[in-house]
């Protein structure tokens, strides 16, 4: 199999290929173009963000101050980006620990909720079970259009949580949500450097709120 | 086969992109071969779980699904020994200094699998991993969490089934290309200790193959117990036990 789009006229061609150098040259090079890639992507998006990041930190910071509890939730490597957030907010490597939990961690009830009800329904029936008055829900989509991601932001709206909204290409259906009150667009059709960049958003977005509840404990704030 | 390393002052020109490339070329031709990727990041267990649904469930529809798995356990040296098969991978994402990864990389040298180390911050110190992926100099705490280490792996993702596309490489390489050989060289094999038989001699595992080899020149062994073997005689004792002192791993190397 080959991808070049004239390999069928040359099937015996990539199978007698022997010599990897001019291969693995061809990688490096590919690989070097994409971390700049990556990089830049990522220092655009947090400068796009500035200002929007400012204010969502200083709303998360807030909840935290009265006790707010942060939910976050995600599907496939947007799981992953959950569990990766709960990580840092609660074990930070520096500042204040933070209480956070995911929702994709709990087999038990994943597989409960997705056999019972509809995969759909996964994390806002937590949502239901667990959130309080005063807690967060932060929800990564690259699509901007998992249901089951947008579906938790109508349940956590109705409970009156502050809700915070991840995405990429064009921000889908999340970016034009009434019930998304901050909704962070990574402005990339390419997956990979959607998730890069959402993982540079969360590492700013967590260094604000550390730096508002140090301003307020300074200050004396509650 | 291990990437040469050179003198401290060349590091600097090594960077992710040369290392991603020769670790994708061989992982490559790991699955190829027939070979799971395990994944560990004691760490930072969410990197071990994107790593395995990057590979098991490609964002970009119609490239294969590969065999990669977070190995999530109470013991998970325990659960490696039962899993993996020669000739499989161990992918380890972390620091340089998590007792775990380092236990776990020494352990699969004698399990006889394929390491590829992806982290940051200071070095490794060389001769735990076939493949070494680094982020020289970032916090390892902050690379974690910048993109910077997704990055590493959906670029490792991505070469990967770009050399799928050049099937003449995907046959293994050769066994002996370095200037030294472990396998042929005087140098000594690292060993798991398996049964021990008498006071003379035990069962061992050694590049995932098991040997009966002569104790009698160390001290009494055990189970589990890590050693260095030459010849079919076991030189001297690096590690003691399941989960014996992390010390012991130190003066290695």
Not at chain 2, 71 to 98: H, I, K, N, Q
């Amino acid at each position: 199999m080959t991808s070049e789009p004239t390999g069928f006229l040359y099937p015996f061609i990539d199978a007698e290929e022997r010599d990897s150098s001019s291969l693995v040259a061809d990688l490096a090079a590919s690989a070097r173009a994409k971390i700049g890639e990556s990089r830049a992507i990522r220092a655009a998006t947090l400068d796009r963000c500035d200002s929007a990041l400012a204010e969502t930190g200083r709303a998360m910071a807030d909840r935290f101050q009265r006790g707010g509890r942060l939910f976050a939730f995600g599907n496939g490597g947007s799981a992953t980006d959950a569990e990766g957030t709960v990580e840092l907010f609660r074990n930070p490597p520096h500042g204040r620990p933070l209480a956070a939990m995911s929702l994709v961690d709990d087999r038990a009830v994943l597989t409960a909720l997705a056999n019972d009800v509809g995969f759909e329904l996964v994390f806002s029936r937590q949502l239901i079970a667990h959130a309080k008055e005063g807690d967060i829900a932060v929800g990564f989509s690259t699509s901007g259009g998992s249901v089951n991601v947008l579906g938790a932001f109508v349940e956590a709206a109705r409970r009156t949580l502050l809700t915070v909204g991840l995405c990429g290409y064009e921000g889908g259906a999340m970016a034009q949500s009434d019930v998304v009150d901050h909704c962070l667009v990574v402005r990339s059709d390419s997956v990979h450097r959607i998730q890069e960049a959402q993982d540079a958003l969360i590492l700013r977005l967590w260094s604000i709120v550390q730096q508002c509840l140090e301003e307020d404990s300074e200050s004396g704030r509650p | 086969m291990m990437p040469v390393v050179g003198a401290p002052e060349t590091l600097e020109e090594i960077s992710p992109a040369e290392d991603l490339a020769a670790a994708a070329l061989s992982l490559a031709r790991r699955f190829a071969a027939g070979a799971t990727m395990w994944c560990v990041a004691p760490q930072w267990p969410a990197h071990a779980r994107h790593v395995a649904v990057e590979f098991v469930h490609p964002v970009i529809v119609g490239k294969r699904a590969l065999p990669a798995v977070h190995v999530e356990a109470v013991d998970v040296a325990g659960a490696l020994r039962l899993l993996g098969r020669p000739g499989d991978v161990l992918l380890a994402v972390s620091d340089a200094d998590d007792p775990l990864v380092t236990e776990l990389l020494r352990r699969s040298e004698a399990w006889g699998l394929n390491r590829l180390w992806l982290g940051a911050g200071p070095r490794p110190r060389p001769g735990l991993a076939e493949h070494v992926v680094w982020l020289d100099g970032a916090d390892p705490a902050l690379a974690a969490r910048s993109g910077d280490m997704v990055l590493l792996y959906h670029l490792l993702w991505e070469l990967t089934h770009v050399v799928f596309e050049h099937p003449g490489l995907l046959e293994d390489e050769p066994v002996c290309t370095d200037d030294v050989c472990i396998t042929c060289s005087d140098e000594g094999r690292v060993a798991e200790v398996r049964t021990v038989r008498d006071q003379t001699s035990a069962e061992v595992v050694v590049s995932g193959l098991t040997e009966t080899v002569d104790v009698s020149l160390v001290e009494p062994v055990e189970a589990g117990d890590l050693v260095l073997v030459h010849a079919g005689v076991v030189l001297s004792t690096l590690h003691h036990g399941e989960h014996g002192q992390q010390a012991a791993f130190e003066g290695f190397r």
